[in-house]
């Protein structure tokens, strides 16, 4: 074949930044002795992708740029996911911040299953907003199962709605795909409701949670993350692209402002607290979660850290999915 002239590819990342992420992970990871982790960075108001870091262990324990794990890795969100579940309940007007919920000391049974906070609790009844800001399983999952027993589809619905279920169509194409069951499917028991409350039982992408916390920061409008700002032939435009609004309004405007408040509250009250104090407020929720080992279950020894989130909080510019998974 003939050599021809490839296509100048203009990106939506901004170099500072990208410089700044990558750094600032491989930090992470190296302080944490880490296997791999990613950061990105994307504007509220447009979902372009100012900075997108992807960093593995190698043989001689340095990191290298290996898979693009923002994009392509599929796993178990953990309590980032909760935010969803808050989400569901608000709209559906199961439950108010100010609602008392009945912990159980932080350790409660599903069926033959038992669930645990992180942390035992010092009280046995706390407020939902206190749940969510210290990020009680057992409170998440009683209110869900509480709501939604007779019916999960409707919590189910919820998640479909956000598109979750779907493949996110980004710049960078995935061989990989979600997975969110529903009553219906085979594999459905009598603890995935609980369970999905907190975060388990399903496959999603750094990406796609990064886009629902997006939108609640964009006053409930998802955007579609983008990467690609441009591209040109010979100094001529060939392809431009433009913000994508995927939905126009993923909730209500008070679920919206509910939400928000949680999200502060988990940096000024909860398990956040250490991004206090940075000169700008920052929301956002912090995540675990064991790893799943396909059919043998989950590795209580390997764990996922995350945090989603955005700022300045009363006025966010910019959202950010960090994962580090150890």
């Not at 990613?38 to 001689?60: F, P, Q, R, S």
């Not at 808050?86 to 912990?103: G, Q, R, S, Y």
């Not at 997975?179 to 388990?200: E, F």
Request: glycine fraction near 6%; proline fraction near 3%; charge should be neutral.
């Amino acid at each position: 074949l003939e050599p021809h002239n490839g296509f100048d590819v203009y990106t939506t990342l901004d170099i500072n930044i990208q410089d700044v992420a990558e750094n600032a992970l491989r930090q992470c990871l190296i302080n944490n002795n880490a296997d791999h982790g990613c950061a990105v960075l994307m504007e509220v108001k447009t979902g372009a992708i100012k900075a997108i870091a992807n960093l593995k262990k190698t043989g001689d324990a340095t990191y290298e740029e290996a898979e693009n794990y923002a994009v392509n890795e599929f796993t178990d969100p953990g309590s980032t996911f909760k935010l969803i579940s808050a989400m569901a309940l608000f709209e559906d007007k199961k439950v108010k911040a100010t609602d008392t919920i009945d912990i159980e000391w932080g350790k409660t049974s599903f069926v033959i299953e038992t669930m645990e906070d992180a942390h035992a609790s010092p009280f046995k009844k706390v407020s939902f907003q206190y749940i969510f800001e210290n990020s009680s399983n057992v409170g998440i999952a009683k209110t869900v199962v509480n709501s939604y027993k007779n019916k999960p589809s409707a919590f189910t619905d919820h998640i479909y709605a956000l598109g979750l279920n779907k493949t996110l169509n980004f710049d960078i194409k995935s061989p990989n795909k979600p997975d969110v069951k529903n009553s219906k499917d085979k594999s459905w028991s009598a603890t995935s409701l609980p369970w999905m409350s907190i975060g388990y039982e399903m496959r999603l992408s750094a990406m796609q949670l990064l886009s629902v916390y997006n939108a609640v920061a964009n006053n409930g409008v998802m955007v579609k993350p983008f990467l690609v700002r441009e591209v040109k032939e010979f100094g001529k435009t060939i392809q431009k692209n433009e913000t994508e609004v995927l939905n126009k309004k993923i909730c209500s405007e008070e679920t919206i402002k509910e939400l928000r408040k949680l999200l502060e509250g988990v940096v000024e009250n909860g398990t956040a607290q250490n991004l206090k104090g940075l000169g700008y407020k920052v929301a956002g929720k912090t995540g675990t979660a064991q790893i799943a080992l396909n059919s043998k279950g989950y590795d209580k020894s390997s764990h996922k850290a995350s945090f989603i989130g955005y700022f300045p909080a009363d006025n966010p510019q910019y959202s950010c999915i960090v994962v580090i998974n150890a």
